[in-house]
């Protein structure tokens, strides 16, 4: 099937950061992944959005080195990084943050995102910590400034498990924060909050977008039509329309398989 574009929405001086050939992904006789050729550009928020089953979450599991691809080729900076395991990604200045989230409910937050910022210097071995005790106060240091990034300075002493859902999932992007990427991608960031819960996440995901290519899985239209650069809309594994949020409102393909009357 051939798969349908609006007119590329970036600028000619946005060089692609992330980009795919013929993208593809199959489980036995399900094809998640169907094809997808995508330039996802440097210094841009970039959406991907689709009803269930789209293959939104299979994408995102390609780009980040869960799932090997069936065909197609994935390129970070124009290098190829298909088959490279997470970590590998990692270390190259890609990494995620997923809808559950992931960190150690007995420690502090501080703590959390401490043993993150050390994480890429002992690859989470007991006698590298200890080896590598000198660079405590180096790892505290980074680990309270980039608290004062996620808005969590004021309670960088308070276990994980007693914070809010929101500041919860402010951690979980302060410890993804710890590894310095250069491209984040998030799954979901505002899914179950509170509207002030999602206001202060916006605010913190347009922040986060001023020095670190963005690329979000976001269910909630309005927050997609009022942050992004660049949204991709998927539909049956495959890419159904790319544009800006004002190309994308007015396409009708989109309208009939997703936005409904919106």
């Not at 890429?120 to 910590?129: A, I, N, V, W």
């Not at 200890?130 to 405590?136: E, I, S, T, V």
């Not at 505290?140 to 004021?154: D, K």
Request: aromatic share 6%; charged share 25%; hydrophobic share 35%.
């Amino acid at each position: 099937m051939t798969q349908s574009y609006t007119t590329d929405p970036t600028d000619g001086d946005a060089e692609p950061i992330l980009s795919t050939d013929d993208l593809t992904k199959k489980f036995g006789t399900l094809t998640a992944v169907d094809g997808v050729s995508l330039e996802i550009p440097a210094d841009r928020i970039t959406s991907i959005i689709g009803p269930n089953g789209a293959g939104k979450t299979t994408l995102f599991n390609l780009f980040t080195g869960k799932y090997e691809p069936t065909e197609g080729r994935i390129a970070l900076r124009g290098d190829r990084i298909d088959g490279k395991e997470p970590h590998h990604l990692v270390e190259r200045g890609l990494v995620r943050s997923f809808q559950i989230n992931n960190f150690f409910a007995d420690l502090t937050a501080r703590e959390n995102v401490r043993l993150a910022t050390q994480a890429p210097y002992t690859g989470f071995r007991p006698r590298d910590f200890l080896a590598h005790h000198r660079d405590l106060d180096v790892a505290t240091e980074s680990a309270n400034r980039i608290l004062e990034r996620v808005h969590l300075s004021n309670v960088a002493d308070e276990t994980a498990s007693n914070l809010s859902y929101g500041q919860r999932r402010h951690l979980e992007i302060g410890i993804s924060l710890a590894a310095d990427p250069d491209l984040f991608l998030m799954d979901e960031p505002t899914a179950g909050m509170s509207p002030e819960e999602t206001r202060e996440t916006v605010e913190l995901v347009e922040e986060i977008a001023s020095d670190i290519t963005l690329i979000l899985i976001e269910h909630d239209m309005h927050i997609v039509m009022d942050i992004s650069d660049q949204i991709v809309v998927m539909n049956e594994g495959m890419v159904l329309a790319r544009g800006t949020p004002d190309q994308i409102r007015n396409d009708e393909r989109v309208q009939r398989a997703y936005l409904g009357s919106e």
